[in-house]
Each structure stands twice: as C-alpha cells, then as structure tokens.
C-alpha cells in the first residue's frame, strides 16, 4: 500500500513538472516576435510610407495610386457604417465624392503578425464625402498583408468617428 501511495505521488509530481514544463514555455513563446527585429525595423517604415501614399491619394483623389494599394478583395466599413469595396472606393475618388483637404495621422501603432500588419491610429480630417462633412476626429484600423509577390496590400478598413462628450449620441 505504501509502495502504491508512493508510485502514485511520483506520477502526479511527475505530470505537474510537464504541465508547469507547458506553461512556462508557453509564456516564453509570448513575446518572442514573430520576424526578426532589423526585418520589423524595415516592414514598419515600408507601411509607415504606405500610409503617407494613402494620404496623399486621398487629398489627391489619385485613383491609380489607391488602386495600387488596395487588395482585390479590399473591404471597408466607413464611419457610418457602410461596407465599401475596392471598386466603389476608387469610383468615389474618381467622381470627386470623396475630397478630403487635409489628413493629419497621429498616435500610429503598427503590429504585426507574420506576414499580416495591422495599423491603429487617430486622424484629424477635414473635407466630404458626397454631400456629407467629414471633418473631424477619428481612429481606425488599416490591415496590411504581404501579397504572393512580397507587397504590402491593404485588405481592411474600419474608420470610428471620436465623438466630443457633450455631444449627442
């Protein structure tokens, strides 16, 4: 009996080392990043230009540019909410329904999950889209992911208007 009781305290000693074994490991694995750090020194200025090339195709309604950054499958949900795909967001900078006057980024973040970017930030935006004012506050997240030719493409879009405290919901 105390031969059983002793090989049985073995086993769970046993499997509470592989279980602490599995959980350290996993805690270590968190922060390891998924790219090495001079490649994720080099991605992170490649999106930090494409966002600037973003900008400046918006303010300059430049349709080949947005074109060249935007998947095939491009979706975007704008601030009210509506789904945008790539071809009705080129159309709109085509006909002028889109017309933005400034765009000023702040607060950027930018993570990335192997060959998946992901883009948070605020923007100050002054300008309309159709008959609408759409100056303002806003934060939204931009999805970036390497295509089959190494080229970072835009394949998400989600904009927030920041609302002031005092105004209505």
Do not use: C
């Not at 991605?43 to 930090?48: G, N």
């Not at 089959?148 to 002031?164: L, T, Y």
């Amino acid at each position: 009996m105390a031969d059983a009781r002793m090989t049985y305290s073995v086993r769970l000693s046993s499997v509470a080392a592989l279980v602490m074994v599995f959980v350290f490991s996993a805690f270590a694995a968190q922060p390891t990043p998924g790219m090495p750090r001079a490649q994720r020194h080099e991605s992170r200025h490649e999106i930090d230009q494409l966002e600037q090339t973003w900008r400046d195709a918006m303010i300059h309604r430049n349709a080949a540019a947005m074109e060249s950054l935007l998947a095939d499958d491009y979706v975007a949900i704008t601030a009210n909410g509506t789904l945008q795909s790539k071809d009705q967001t080129l159309a709109n900078l085509r006909t002028g329904n889109l017309h933005f006057i400034s765009i000023e980024f702040s607060d950027r973040k930018v993570r990335f999950y192997g060959q998946t970017a992901l883009v948070t930030s605020r923007a100050e935006i002054s300008g309309s889209n159709g008959d609408a004012e759409v100056s303002g506050s806003y934060r939204y997240t931009r999805v970036y992911v390497k295509d089959e030719h190494g080229a970072w493409k835009i394949v998400s879009f989600e904009a927030s208007r920041i609302r002031d405290l005092d105004e209505h919901k």
